[in-house]
């Protein structure tokens, strides 16, 4: 049960808004074309009081990640969306373009894990989960829409806010950007060029390497690569027992992890971030574009694609 009192707080408190996620130079209008109009929705993101507007929040991951990369500081950068929020509710729904969980008790005994790298991560790293009018029951102004007809899935954002509530991780302007930031920042020049010289390690379940050398090439950047593969299922439940092998594999001297693991992203940055001193990005969509595998993703996603941008 979502406790709506928890969200009235959260809103009465005035430390969030809704706003559109405006950046300088981004252009959805080829993806919203390609997609279902209603998509655009998406566009309206909860927004810290603190932070001024897109462009704020483009700057401080950046110059996050830069800093941590700099001073060799833990930083896990993780995602959360409808698989997530259906995993935390211990739905099956989880299960949409990979299999994430075997069964709700597969989920209930990998969630204390869950829950001991959400803590970690709100304290060390940046979460950025989905949130937006159409996953609350909430309109832009942060009113409930009760007048209108409208049925909350039985996992939301509503519900993950209450899961976070209760494992107890709160939102504040340390933590929290809005989730469109990530593939924003990772699709940009900005990134590309901090990216030069460096040790990037993939840990995904697959890797072209040509692919991705031809994607930073675009922007005259020369990262130097390693790849760790990891499972295509079933890394958010069985990640305790593949940890040690898989992060054994990552070259001590990585600059920055970028991590495509479905539910189980959390785990994979909190730990690599922890064990390596580094950053780690949930990358997921990014990754497949720079697979050359946006298929894999059912198609393009919102603040991917850059005016002017060497990718297309």
Known sequence: MVRRDELDKWFESRQFHFAKLVLTGMDNKPVLEINRPEMADEEICLFHRDVAGGDACFERLHERVRQCMAGRQAMPVVRFADGEYAFYNQDLHCNGLYQQAESVGAIQKAMPFHRDA????????????????????????????????????????????????????????????????VY??????VFARLMDRKKICVLNSEWNRDACIRWFDHFSS???????????????????????????????????????????????????????????????????????????????????????????
Not at 184 to 189: E, G, K
Not at 250 to 273: E, H, K
Request: net charge positive; with cysteine.
């Open 118 to 181: 959400l803590q970690y991560l709100s304290v060390t790293g940046i979460m950025t989960p989905l949130i937006f009018p159409g996953n609350l029951r909430r309109n832009a102004k942060g009113v409930f829409s009760f007048l209108v007809k409208f049925r909350t899935p039985s996992s939301s954002a509503e519900t993950f806010l209450t899961f976070l509530s209760e494992s107890p991780v709160e939102l504040n302007r340390h933590n929290y950007l809005p989730f469109y930031v």
């Open 222 to 312: 020369h990262p130097d690569f390693s790849f760790v593969r990891i499972p295509t299922e079933y890394v958010a439940t069985r990640w305790a027992s593949m940890c040690d092998c898989i992060l054994n594999q990552v070259p001590s001297d990585t600059d920055l992890c970028l991590v495509g693991a479905g539910v189980g992203a959390l785990l994979v940055c909190v730990d690599v971030a922890k064990r390596f001193s580094i950053p780690a990005v949930d990358a997921g969509h990014v990754l497949n574009m720079m697979n050359d595998r946006v298929d894999k993703s059912n198609g393009a996603r919102l603040y991917t694609l850059w005016k002017n941008s060497p990718i297309t």
């Open 184 to 189: 924003a920042w990772l699709t940009s020049a």
